[in-house]
């Protein structure tokens, strides 16, 4: 992705996004994924019914999965984020850099309201292109409570490809779509968000710092950038996720429509947990999203820089 949002470059080949963000995608997902199970079952636990107790918070959750589950459960479903990582990341960066371009000026130049705009869509086209029917496959995976070292015990989805099979079997295509809308407006307002800010947030440092005015930045201030632009998303959309994690954990009831069911699971929340069950996995949530963008960004515009100059070196060299 050409991240120098500002001025225009020459065109990034559509293959540099491809390996560049499938290898900071991957890199996220091995780093943050733990972070992304324990959100996960803080979203879908229940409000206690015992007048006065506490719900349990991030670290509980995460130490009673380990206890239960192995460390290895705080990696289910890892399989189904591998796997739509690298489409994901591809997708991304190659739609945000074709809306950017749509919406720049005669100049090639895009102002930060058209950035915002760009991020908008890219969150879309990746949220109904891999997100969601990859996030209900993790989901699925990763609400099953059993252990990982007991060959005793074996859950009803095993793998990601198993779960894949189960659910196309027993529910049919359309159940990878549940909760599409929310997740397309979870993931085009987490995108418009982290474009934005990692845009005003380089342009500042590029401004303080004109011995890198290709965009260059050092990798720490890459990732610090990405951590800040990172957190933003979540904070404005942590209802819409927590709705559609239990829209996706849910199988499909006979004669329930998108709107039934988006508003049967807000109104069962709100009435027996509260307006704080909307909130719930918020801390794992943005432990994991902004430090997961700092990992994307530095190590997107890492393996970018070293293709580009591998490419320029090999131009140079033929000339």
């Known amino acids: 992705m050409d991240i120098d949002f500002l001025s225009a470059k020459k065109k990034t080949p559509i293959g540099v996004h491809l390996v560049a963000g499938g290898t900071a995608g991957l890199a996220e997902a ?15 636990s229940r409000g206690s019914r015992t007048p006065g107790a506490k719900p349990r918070g991030f670290l509980a959750t995460g130490a009673s999965i380990i206890k239960k589950e192995s460390p290895l459960g705080l990696y289910k479903g890892l399989g189904a984020v591998a796997t739509g990582i690298v489409p994901k990341m591809a997708i991304r960066f190659a739609s945000f850099e074709q809306y950017k371009a749509l919406l720049a000026d005669k100049n090639g130049k895009t102002s930060s309201p058209n950035v915002f705009l760009a991020g908008l869509g890219a969150g879309v086209t990746e949220a109904v292109m891999v997100v969601c029917p990859m996030e209900v496959v993790k989901i699925r995976l990763q609400a099953q409570v059993h252990s990982m070292t007991d060959p005793l015990d074996v859950p009803k989805y095993r793998n990601a490809a198993h779960a894949l099979w189960l659910i196309l079997r027993e529910e049919g295509p359309a159940t990878l779509y549940r909760g599409v809308a929310l997740t397309a407006l979870r993931q085009s307002t987490n995108q418009a968000a982290n474009f934005t800010s990692y845009t005003e947030l380089k342009k500042l440092l590029q401004k303080w710092q004109p011995e890198y005015p290709d965009g260059g930045l050092p990798a720490w201030q890459t990732a610090i950038i990405g951590l800040i632009s990172g957190a933003v998303g979540p904070f404005t959309n942590a209802p819409i996720d927590t709705i559609k994690t239990r829209i996706q954990r849910a199988t499909k009831q006979p004669g329930e429509t998108a709107w039934s069911r988006l508003t049967s699971v807000a109104g069962k929340m709100f009435k027996e947990e509260g307006p704080s069950a909307f909130y719930k996995g918020i801390t794992p949530r943005v432990a994991r999203v902004a430090p997961g963008q700092a990992v994307v960004f530095a190590v997107y515009e890492r393996v970018r820089r070293l293709i580009e100059k591998d490419q320029d070196a090999e131009v140079t060299h033929s000339e």
Request: hydrophobic share 40%; proline share 7%; net charge positive.
């Open 30 to 44: 091995l780093c943050c994924h733990p972070l992304d199970t324990i959100k996960v079952r803080m979203q879908l």
